[in-house]
């Protein structure tokens, strides 16, 4: 039978299907673009290819495209209805993911992964800060990512795709200098891994290499195609090093032209997350952001994100909501807040409505009792920092610099935060 790269069959009696369904797969996991080309291919040669239409699925699903993820997973059941073992399960588990039953699929996952440790497809809906254990508003998930992680390693060996996910694992967990030697060996592997890129950038901020990973970044984004699924997520790392070095016109040309609605093909999640961080992270920086910017940003959130779902959407879309002065999506947020951490959204959405009121005590009140366990929202810790530097600004606001600097210096002692909150050097 023949097998994807990491030796899972794959039912497919088409010797096409199976390279063009092996190409996919690799794209998908270094996000890179042509995941849907190759499987047109596929399914091209081999129309009953259920794998190549569940592959499909997921795909679409992490762009957002829910109706074509749902079609093409039931077109990935029905295909595959006489299918067993491995197979069989790789199907239940992404209907569960695709249908809105994430429950149950993690639990199918983590029952599949004793069995099938090298099923990549199905390990990577675990790894990385934007996964079933990353979204699951669990406190201690960063523990529970590393330990899934470093369970898998001794079936993944020296694997690049790999050791880039236990890289990030290890660095969120406070790990650095395993996570350098991890990411390093996977980039030799497979340097033009978007996701590889990416878990590198994260280990320059985390140590306070600003201008190294500024050019780093920036140098590897020129050979990435617009339509690669992390453009957007790694165009925002080096728009955030760009504020940090006084680069503001490139700033604004990165806002503009890749993580602006009207311009980057990538998720919506990224999307509204990357530009609604910048745009505060520049506020905080003391870089004005004009108010027609704002308007449009919460416009887009209350269409890509209408009903509150997921925390760490839900934060960005309030924050957006706010700043533009938009309270009646703000109060959907703050009132009808769902999913495993809504008890954090409340409070970090009543923080910036109080910010844009002016009201810092208000903010700072809102804010202390979510520091401790704001992983609970998702997220890396890079992207998290902007919680850490709101609280930041609303203590210097109210007079209080020594004690935000005691704050700065016990959360985050090693990133670069030069000129991150005004007046904090101060």
Not at 19 to 45: F, H, K, M, N, Q
Not at 139 to 145: K, N, S, T, V, Y
Not at 362 to 372: N, S
Request: glycine share 8%; aromatic share 8%; hydrophobic share 45%.
């Amino acid at each position: 039978m023949p097998t994807d790269p990491y030796g899972n069959p794959l039912h497919t009696a088409s010797a096409t299907a199976r390279d063009a369904y092996c190409e996919a797969l690799v794209a998908y996991l270094d996000a890179l673009p042509g995941v849907d080309e190759a499987l047109d291919r596929a399914i091209s040669a081999d129309p009953d290819f259920a794998q190549a239409y569940m592959l499909k699925a997921r795909n679409a699903q992490v762009f957002a495209r829910m109706t074509d993820a749902r079609a093409l997973m039931a077109q990935a059941v029905g295909n595959g209805r006489d299918l067993s073992g491995q197979a069989r399960a790789q199907i239940d588990i992404f209907d569960h993911l695709i249908n809105g039953r994430p429950r149950e699929g993690y639990a199918a996952v983590r029952a599949h992964l004793l069995e099938y440790p090298r099923d990549a497809l199905v390990a990577q809906t675990c790894l990385g800060v934007f996964s079933l254990i990353g979204f699951s508003g669990q406190p201690g998930r960063e523990a529970e990512h590393l330990a899934l992680a470093e369970m898998l390693a001794p079936a993944y060996g020296q694997d690049g795709w790999f050791l880039a996910q236990l890289a990030f694992a290890q660095m969120e967990a406070g790990q650095l200098a395993p996570a350098e030697r991890a990411i390093d060996a996977a980039l030799a592997q497979r340097p033009r891994s978007a996701h590889g890129a990416h878990i590198r950038a994260h280990l320059f901020y985390e140590t306070g290499q600003t201008a190294a990973g500024r050019d780093y970044l920036s140098d590897w984004l020129a050979g990435y195609d617009r339509a690669g699924m992390m453009h957007c997520h790694n165009s925002w790392h080096v728009a955030l090093w760009s504020l940090a070095v006084g680069d503001i016109d490139r700033m604004w040309q990165i806002a503009d032209h890749d993580l602006s609605p009207d311009a980057s093909q990538s998720p919506p999640l990224n999307i509204l997350t990357d530009l609604a961080s910048l745009y505060w992270r520049a506020e905080l920086a003391g870089q004005a952001v004009a108010p027609d910017r704002w308007a449009r940003l919460s416009d887009y959130a209350a269409r890509a994100f209408p009903e509150p779902a997921l925390g760490f959407a839900d934060i960005h879309a309030a924050l957006a909501h706010a700043m533009a002065g938009q309270d009646e999506p703000l109060m959907r947020i703050l009132e009808n807040a769902r999913g495993p951490a809504a008890d954090q959204v409340a409070p970090c959405a009543t923080a910036f409505r109080a910010i844009a009121r002016q009201d810092w005590s208000g903010a700072e009140a809102a804010l202390l009792p979510v520091m401790a366990q704001h992983e609970r929202l998702g997220g890396s810790r890079a992207q998290r920092d902007l919680l850490d530097y709101t609280l930041l600004h609303a203590l210097i606001r109210q007079g209080k610099p020594d004690e935000a600097r005691r704050l700065l210096a016990t959360r985050r002692p090693l990133t670069d935060s030069r000129g991150a909150v005004a007046g904090l050097a101060a």
